[in-house]
């Protein structure tokens, strides 16, 4: 079992930054990749950001990309997601994940088997 907790989320004005952290526990050794999700009321869970464990090799929503970046702490196994030019359609709940899956889809919520209990992320003047 691997445990995810969040922390970081808030409320931030548009154009602002934030980053969200994840810190795992448990059987952390078998993970393979390490995203970020995120859920809008009303809306379906949808990829933000991944990483693969072993290489660094990064994955975004085409959205995010160029205002969101993703890394990792090995040492802590802490994953970041750093969020800048934050805008108010990033507002939602994010959710950090861990997959056991050598081959997994790092895109796919279905691919993931650990999921933390969500950060709130709210971009508002």
């Known amino acids: 079992q691997v445990q995810l907790v969040e922390s970081g989320g808030g409320l931030v004005q548009p154009g602002g930054s934030l980053r969200l952290s994840c810190a795992a526990s448990?059987?952390?050794?078998?993970?393979?990749?390490r995203g970020w999700f995120r859920q809008a009321p009303g809306k379906e869970r949808e990829f933000v950001a991944a990483?693969?464990?072993?290489?660094?090799?990064?994955f975004y929503k085409d959205s995010v990309n160029g205002r969101f970046t993703i890394s990792r702490d090995n040492a802590d196994n802490t994953v970041y997601l750093q969020m800048n030019s934050l805008k108010p359609e990033d507002t939602a709940v994010y959710y950090c994940?861990?997959?056991?899956?050598?081959?997994?889809?790092?895109?796919?919520?279905?691919?993931?088997?650990?999921w933390g209990q969500g950060t709130q992320v709210t971009v508002s003047s």
């Open positions: 994940a861990a997959s056991s899956k050598l081959y997994a889809s790092p895109r796919s919520a279905a691919d993931y088997d650990y």
């Open positions: 448990g059987r952390t050794f078998s993970t393979y990749y």
């Open positions: 990483i693969n464990w072993n290489d660094g090799f990064t």
